[in-house]
């Protein structure tokens, strides 16, 4: 009976009319906007739960990016147009909580020694911390890993205090397994570094203790144990060779007319701080045009005068010199055209910053050729293959911190592993990749390949 039913065909009561299907079709129009207002009041309640949560994992990030020229104070920045130590620059903008404007200065700097970049990047870094503002503060502590694992001239106690600050303040910022190559560095260094010493490598071990405890890893506390009651290194027979890239630079004489430029620069952003200050601004336009017009008068300067400065019959040394500091030089056109020193100070470098940029490869690559020219030349073949691990280290680094633009990690990192491995038997700690610290790749040291 029940299958009759169904079979039965319907009523002529029940055949939807002209009005029925209307009010159907208003129901269905109703239904589906009702499903869609849900779906908005969802998606925003997720859009914003997930802007308020802290990240589970960090991805390597180019520093470059973190610059926000909006909030970089140009008078600050300009400070360190005037060839002012990049370090002391970002202090003063830190005091002047200004970390943005400390952090640009400092992402952009060439002219500035691994140990004080470091330094004045964990500064920032609190800053950063202080402020909730999670991202920027992570990105300053990759950089400080970066810096300590691939760094060829930072002495080895600071390395290991810098790789633990780093993990610190991955920890602090939720960020677990990011902080574990850090951590692993450290013990690294505590262990098998021959220039640590025993009090040294007691107080490591002490910290990582309590990070490890922090993350609840009983097992990696209890391994520290006997290197906080005994703290001996761990022969490896290898001795320290460098650092060589140092002793490759000479002094490179500066010709007057470009000793005149410089000056007439710096003469121009006095002015231009002058300027800042009166708040007037017909002024401050006039100023920051004739600081432009300043800047782009040396760099001509300087391009016209580099092919004679650079001759081939000059010794290496002196042309490594002249190198680097044309390097250095075009460090500040990369900043000004990456908006590192607030607005667009120089209109021209801003609008081509790829061209900026590829003027800075080349003349990093011709650069590292001087050094890789030099290092061929020591009559040690130890000596020469450290050196060569030394200037690679030095490109992959530059990479990481953004510095050496259409750098190809993938490759470097493959030179880099393969000359290690030549001189396995004569460097005392190698440079890895380890690939799951917290997915972004992370370089740090280690004893032996793993």
Do not use: C
């Not at 470098?349 to 590829?358: D, I, L, S």
């Not at 200037?391 to 993938?410: A, K, N, V």
């Not at 030179?415 to 690939?435: N, S």
């Amino acid at each position: 009976m029940a299958l009759a039913k169904l079979r039965r065909p319907a009523s002529p009561r029940t055949t939807s009319g002209p009005a029925t299907r209307g009010k159907g079709m208003l129901i269905l129009l109703a239904g589906l906007l009702a499903l869609s207002l849900i779906v908005g009041i969802a998606a925003l309640m997720a859009y914003f739960y997930l802007d308020t949560q802290h990240v589970s994992e960090w991805r390597w990030q180019d520093p470059l990016t973190a610059v926000d020229s909006s909030r970089v104070r140009p008078d600050l920045a300009a400070l360190a147009l005037l060839d002012q130590p990049a370090g002391v620059v970002a202090q003063q903008a830190v005091l002047a909580k200004e970390p943005d404007t400390a952090y640009a200065v400092l992402v952009y700097a060439l002219a500035i020694s691994d140990a004080t970049r470091s330094g004045s990047i964990g500064l920032v870094a609190k800053e950063f911390d202080a402020l909730a503002l999670q991202d920027l503060a992570a990105i300053s502590y990759q950089q400080m890993q970066d810096l300590a694992a691939l760094s060829p001239a930072m002495p080895d106690p600071m390395r290991a205090q810098v790789s633990l600050d780093a993990a610190r303040g991955f920890i602090e910022n939720d960020l677990p397994d990011a902080a574990r190559p850090a951590l692993q560095q450290a013990e690294t260094l505590a262990r098998y570094s021959p220039l640590i010493a025993p009090v040294q490598r007691q107080d490591i071990a002490r910290q990582l203790q309590s990070l490890y405890r922090t993350l609840g890893d009983d097992t990696a506390v209890a391994a520290l144990d006997q290197l906080v009651r005994q703290p001996r290194g761990l022969p490896t027979n290898k001795f320290v060779r460098g650092p060589f890239l140092s002793a490759f630079v000479g002094d490179p004489a500066t010709p007057p007319e470009l000793q005149a430029a410089s000056e007439a620069r710096k003469t121009q952003i006095v002015a231009f701080l002058q300027a800042w200050d009166s708040a007037d601004p017909s002024r401050l336009e006039a100023a920051r045009n004739n600081l432009a017009a300043a800047l782009l008068a040396e760099d001509r300067l300087r391009s016209e005068l580099l092919p004679t400065r650079d001759s081939q019959d000059a010794p290496l040394p002196q042309r490594t010199a002249l190198m680097l500091d044309h390097v250095r030089w075009l460090g500040y056109k990369f900043m000004i055209a990456g908006g590192a020193a607030g607005d667009p100070l120089v209109p021209q470098w801003h609008n081509t910053r790829a061209e900026v940029a590829a003027e800075l490869l080349d003349a990093e690559n011709r650069l590292f050729a001087l050094y890789r020219d030099q290092a061929s030349r020591l009559p040690d073949a130890d000596d020469a293959l450290a050196a060569r691990v030394e200037i690679l280290r030095q490109q992959i680094l530059l990479g990481r911190l953004g510095l050496y633009p259409g750098f190809d990690e993938e490759a470097q990192a493959r030179a880099l592993d393969e000359l290690q491995r030549q001189g396995g038997d004569i460097l005392p700690l190698l440079v890895v990749r380890d690939d799951q610290g917290g997915g972004y790749g992370a370089f740090r040291l280690s004893e032996t390949f793993e």
